[in-house]
């Protein structure tokens, strides 16, 4: 089974401080996708990668960069933590040869 | 603007009978769709999917039912079953956006004994 692993479950940050939110997969997957989750908006798109160094907005793009040194590490950088990017991050991985995503078990962040 | 719409934000049903979740989306481009579900504090999981060329796809107790005039698309859970609560996200994709999923509100599934 495809894992995708983000390394932390549970994130409380400050105000402007810097953020690194990491995604790891094990199943060479080309395309790595980061969404959030927020009540009554569902999954939003934020950046997505085709292949390593390669990246392209999604919808919501404002607040964030990302990084693709790699192909199995996506990581994303909140460049000066606001409080309305308290939310819920989720990362998900794909295969060329099929629409699925795997998604991680997410990242919680509250940032006060 | 919101492609992709699911305008239950709840649903409750009685263990056995059937759970019925609409999805209804804007773009005709879309190509695939697929419905994944999602346990708290854990990452969604992929369900069921179906093709644009299709309107049916089975497996299990989950059909999945498309009907493109109407731009609309529903998941089928007979028989319910508690351990089916959850929420549950229709997402479509664009064939030539690499993969990208847009996904609709979700729909929080509660299933009673």
């Known amino acids: 089974d495809v894992k995708v692993t983000q390394s932390s479950r549970y994130l409380v940050k400050r105000t402007g401080e810097k953020v690194f939110l990491e995604c790891v997969q094990d199943m060479d997957h080309e395309n790595m996708f980061w969404y959030r989750q927020d009540p009554g908006l569902g999954l939003r798109l934020i950046y997505f990668?085709?292949?390593?160094?390669?990246?392209e907005k999604g919808d919501i793009p404002e607040g964030y960069s990302v990084s693709r040194e790699k192909k199995e590490r996506f990581s994303l950088i909140l460049e000066s933590a606001s409080t309305n990017q308290t939310s819920m991050y989720l990362c998900a991985s794909m295969g060329r040869e099929n629409y699925g995503y795997t998604f991680g078990s997410g990242t919680r962040l509250t940032v006060v | 603007d919101q492609q992709v719409k699911q305008n239950s934000p709840s649903l409750s049903v009685q263990e056995g009978r059937i759970s019925i979740l609409n999805c209804d989306y804007t773009?005709?481009?879309?190509?695939?769709f697929l419905w994944y579900k999602k346990y708290p504090a854990e990452g969604p999981t992929f369900l069921i999917s179906?093709?644009?060329?299709?309107d049916k796809n089975e497996d299990g107790r989950f059909t999945v039912f498309l009907n493109k005039s109407a731009k609309h698309l529903s998941l089928h859970i007979v028989p319910s079953q508690p351990g089916d609560s959850a929420v549950y996200f229709c997402?479509?994709?664009?064939?030539?956006?690499?993969?990208?999923?847009?996904f609709g509100q979700g729909t929080e599934l509660s299933v009673k004994p």
């Open positions: 990668s085709y292949d390593v160094k390669m990246k």
């Open positions: 179906i093709s644009s060329i299709k």
């Open positions: 773009n005709s481009m879309f190509d695939y």
């Open positions: 997402a479509a994709s664009l064939y030539n956006q690499g993969g990208k999923l847009i």
